[in-house]
């Protein structure tokens, strides 16, 4: 079963950064350990950490809890680069969109 691309991947690129905070986006009512980030995005550990801090750095993502070793992580919608980021996607979304739905076929 191939996977439906989302319209930010589909339009600015499959580039591992996107990846992650696609993933994120898409499921921003939950918290991830960096470990289901890596197998959800289907990185390999080495590419996820190479860009991990810079997101960090960014504010782009940011720990919600913690618990023994472990951080758990969500995007941070405050970030003013993810406020750009979901309004181009809503952007992309209805300009890609029909702008009506078809009409019935009358079986």
């Known amino acids: ?18 990846r992650i905070i696609d993933f994120l986006l898409e499921n921003r ?6 470990k289901q980030i890596i197998d959800e995005t289907g990185l390999a550990k080495a590419t996820f950490y ?5 997101l960090l750095e960014l504010g782009i993502v940011k720990v ?12 941070n919608e405050k970030s003013p680069i993810i406020r750009e980021l979901k309004r181009l996607e809503l952007a992309l979304i209805e300009s890609t969109s029909p702008t009506s739905a078809p009409k019935a076929s009358g079986y």
């Open 1 to 18: 079963m191939k996977e439906e691309k989302s319209v930010l991947i589909e339009y600015l690129s499959n580039t591992p950064i996107l």
């Open 29 to 34: 009512l939950f918290d991830y350990s960096k």
């Open 50 to 54: 190479k860009y991990w801090d810079r």
């Open 64 to 75: 919600t809890r913690s618990f023994g070793k472990t951080k758990l992580y969500k995007l």
